[in-house]
């Protein structure tokens, strides 16, 4: 994919995401569909095939779920780098692409972040008030229950059980596996990539 | 509170705080959540159960990333900002160079069909995880100042919502989320008065 981005539109790759910073209540994930929008449909700097499989390799490699952001910055630096005339370097290239990564997460995490630090501090200094008390119980049942459901949603597309229900099978072993005992989760985790990549599920 | 204390540790510096999350960044496949519990409550004991699920629901309704949020309020409870920063570095760091390692080599095979069975496979895995993480959030509900029956009700209204009526999360959020800190705030005021 060839594109050109000046100063002004790496400005703006940067706001973009200091703006979902601020939306990704529940978790990075759920920026996900805006992200596509502004990358892929707008702008036009990343292609569809780019943002997906960002996704994916994101939720199989180790680290929290924000890494798919890492990677949608880093594809977008490279896009922009095979845009150029003459062709850069190859050092070049992967500089850009490093940059467009460090504009993407520093935009999507230093926003958040100073935000939780500063009213966690506050509400860890006031933890005896009754409000900041009430807050955190009230909450505890739904985020509890907002666990479940988010399993529940990843599991499969819900419009297939009769095809899907080895997946639902399996994401119910491991559910009941975890609970009860102290399985190493790596070992589970390679388990079903054994039983996915035989098509056993 | 001294019975307490007793039974949890704290990390002892801005490096033991790096490395732990640096540990549990790279057992988290799918995402970083189940491994905290078992790492932080369940082996190292930095946090109760209790403390687990407040701080939990407090990174979660909070903008950002929130296993970020998370590690920057663990981190920040007991260095300041420099066990944030720790914290947060430790978080990303290895898994930034290995996302970026993983996707340069397996973008010739991505497509296969049996990397994207692996995919699938893990996928199903990573959901039961999540799952299991908040069963085992149950027991923390029972000192919960609502009580048992209100929490059950709120639990299970949240899940309906999300679940199967697939409402936007910043709704049901704003909707109970209000319904369920007013009414925990009258049960503790009521306890205090007793």
């Known amino acids: 994919m060839n594109i050109a981005l000046d100063l002004h539109d790496w400005f703006s790759l940067f706001l973009h995401f200091v703006s979902l910073s601020f939306l990704a209540v529940g978790g990075a994930i759920t920026t996900a569909p805006d992200i596509h929008r502004y990358l892929v449909d707008e702008q036009h700097w990343l292609t569809h095939y780019q943002f997906t499989s960002s996704v994916a390799i994101a939720q199989g490699a180790p680290g929290p779920n924000v890494m798919f952001v890492a990677l949608m910055g880093w594809n977008v630096g490279m896009n922009a780098a095979t845009g150029m005339t003459p062709a850069p370097t ?25 935000l939780t630090f500063f009213s966690t501090q506050w509400a860890h200094k ?8 009430a807050f955190k119980s009230g909450l505890a049942p739904l985020v509890m229950s907002l666990l479940v459901a988010t399993g529940w949603l990843l599991t499969g597309n819900h419009d297939n059980y009769a095809q899907d229900w080895p997946m639902w099978a399996l994401a119910a072993a491991t559910t009941v596996i975890v609970w009860l005992t102290k399985t190493h989760l790596l070992v589970l985790l390679s388990i079903g990539a054994v039983l996915g990549a035989l098509k056993i599920i | 509170m001294g019975e307490v204390t007793a039974l949890r540790n704290t990390p002892t510096s801005n490096a033991d705080l790096f490395f732990s999350f640096n540990w549990l960044a790279l057992q988290g496949f799918g995402g970083v959540l189940a491994v905290v519990q078992r790492e932080l409550v369940e082996k190292k004991k930095w946090l109760t159960l209790e403390e687990f699920v407040e701080d939990w629901s407090v990174a979660q309704i909070l903008p950002g990333p929130n296993v970020i949020n998370l590690a920057i309020m663990i981190g920040g409870k007991y260095f300041g900002w420099r066990g944030a920063l720790s914290a947060l570095v430790g978080l990303l760091l290895v898994p930034t160079v290995l996302v970026l390692f993983i996707a340069s080599a397996i973008a010739g095979v991505a497509d296969s069909q049996a990397m994207q069975g692996a995919l699938r496979g893990m996928g199903a895995v990573s959901a039961g995880l999540i799952m299991a993480t908040g069963i085992k959030m149950l027991p923390a509900l029972k000192t919960n100042p609502m009580g048992f029956f209100a929490c059950s009700l709120l639990a299970i209204g949240t899940f309906l919502a999300v679940a199967i009526f697939r409402l936007p999360l910043a709704w049901v959020l704003l909707t109970l989320g209000p319904i369920a800190s007013l009414w925990a705030w009258r049960c503790i005021r009521k306890k205090e008065s007793v």
């Open chain 1, 126 to 133: 006031n933890r005896e008030l009754r409000g900041v008390r």
């Open chain 1, 90 to 114: 190859m050092a070049y290239e992967v500089m850009l692409a490093l940059l467009g990564m460090l504009v993407a997460m520093v935009g999507i995490i230093i926003p958040s972040a100073t």
